[in-house]
């Protein structure tokens, strides 16, 4: 069975800090996903890396998925209470086509 | 153009009941999945749909079934509720299946146990 581990699971910061969220795995994915979901709402694309190595930037968001295509993270700068929200990486299987989803971090940005 | 649209919002049923889940996806999308959400478990896929074909199954017990119609509208159906299925039901439509292509997920329908 895949599994996407993402830490840490919960994460309570200062306006203006920042902070880093991390998505693991033992398997190789043929791409991954940051989602949003804030409460109430479905969860929300960020960005697909496809590529290892890739990295991307949304604004203050900065995405890394790693050389071996198993594991990715998010980088916040510069936080702010807007970016609270519940953060889900997700990735697709190579082998089911499966998408597999971390258990997600609970942001929340205190001004 | 409209976003996926999930219907009942919220739901409350007992213990055996069954209850129906519909979701409506963006127009012209034909890829329709459904997933659960609960706290403990995370997001979890349960099917996959596309041109009324089940392309694709997680692992739930055959309790859970859907189906997708010919105007990509789906439905998804849990027999024999039991209180561990209380959870929020998501589903999302893409153009394509199993592909790269965007998910848009819907607002999700809310489904209570007792």
């Known amino acids: 069975t895949q599994l996407l581990e993402q830490s840490p699971q919960f994460l309570s910061i200062q306006e203006g800090e920042n902070l880093t969220v991390y998505c693991n795995s033992s398997?190789?994915?043929?791409?991954l996903q940051w989602y949003r979901q804030e409460p109430g709402e479905g969860p929300v694309l960020l960005v697909t890396v496809v590529t290892g190595g890739e990295v991307k930037k949304l604004k203050r968001l900065t995405f890394q998925f790693g050389d071996a295509r198993k594991d990715s993270s998010l980088h916040i700068t510069a936080a702010q209470p807007g970016d609270t929200g519940l953060y889900l990486c997700?990735?697709?299987?190579?082998?089911?086509?499966?998408?597999?989803f971390g258990q997600g971090t609970t942001l929340q940005v205190k001004p | 153009k409209a976003g996926v649209t999930q219907t009942p919002r919220y739901l409350i049923k007992t213990r055996g009941q069954q209850v129906t889940l519909s979701c409506s996806p963006i127009s012209g999308h034909r890829s329709v999945s459904w997933y659960q959400q609960t706290p403990g478990q995370g997001l979890q896929f349960l099917f996959e749909?596309?041109?009324?074909?089940?392309?694709n199954k997680g692992n739930f017990p055959g309790r859970f079934s859907g189906r997708q119609f010919s105007n990509s509208r789906s439905e998804m159906n849990v027999s024999t509720l039991e209180l561990g299925d209380s959870a929020l039901y998501l589903c999302a439509s893409s153009s394509s299946a199993g592909g790269t292509d965007t998910q848009y997920f819907g607002p999700g329908t809310r489904l209570t146990v007792l």
């Open positions: 398997s190789v994915f043929s791409s």
């Open positions: 749909y596309f041109s009324e074909t089940q392309r």
């Open positions: 997700a990735g697709r299987s190579s082998n089911t086509g499966k998408l597999i």
